[in-house]
């Protein structure tokens, strides 16, 4: 085999290069925003979900409270709600990521609808801290 040049790659790889994205400008107040509330569409959220909006409708009630299950599982992107959510919302509220791979998908869908400059806020459980930060991060 004199002569004949083998390439070698390196098996650990490259992460790719970290691109920020700015969180969207929070909200002053909640009184005459449109709130969409979130359920990724894992079983057993929606009605926890449905007690959250109630919640809020009592202790913010000059805010308008909508709540949306988001189409597929946690896995599948939902581009229409996010636009509706874009063009008619103030703010969104996501989750529940109470997995090791819902925790992440919410982490995301919050970063896309914070690029379209809708503020966000994640609910996920206490178990995966580490996991969300470390997801959020990349």
């Known amino acids: 085999m004199t002569g004949k040049k083998i390439t070698v790659l ?6 790719p ?5 700015p969180m ?7 009184d005459g ?13 929606n009605s926890f979900f449905e007690e959250i909006q109630k919640l809020l409708a009592g202790r ?3 805010a308008r409270w909508i709540l949306r299950v988001k189409t597929g599982t946690y896995f599948h992107n939902d581009p229409e709600l996010w636009e ?16 090791d791979t819902c925790a992440p998908s919410v982490v995301i869908y919050c970063s896309i609808l914070e690029q379209l400059g809708v503020p966000t806020a994640p609910v996920i459980t206490e178990a995966f801290p580490e996991l969300t930060r470390t997801y959020a991060y990349k």
């Open 33 to 45: 925003k449109t709130i969409y509330i979130v359920s990724m569409n894992f079983p057993r959220t």
């Open 60 to 62: 913010y009630p000059e």
């Open 17 to 21: 290069p970290i691109r920020m994205v």
């Open 84 to 99: 509706e959510i874009k063009e008619k919302g103030d703010g969104a509220i996501l989750g529940v990521g109470q997995l």
């Open 10 to 15: 390196n098996p650990r790889g490259a992460a």
């Open 24 to 30: 969207a400008s929070r909200l002053d107040t909640l």
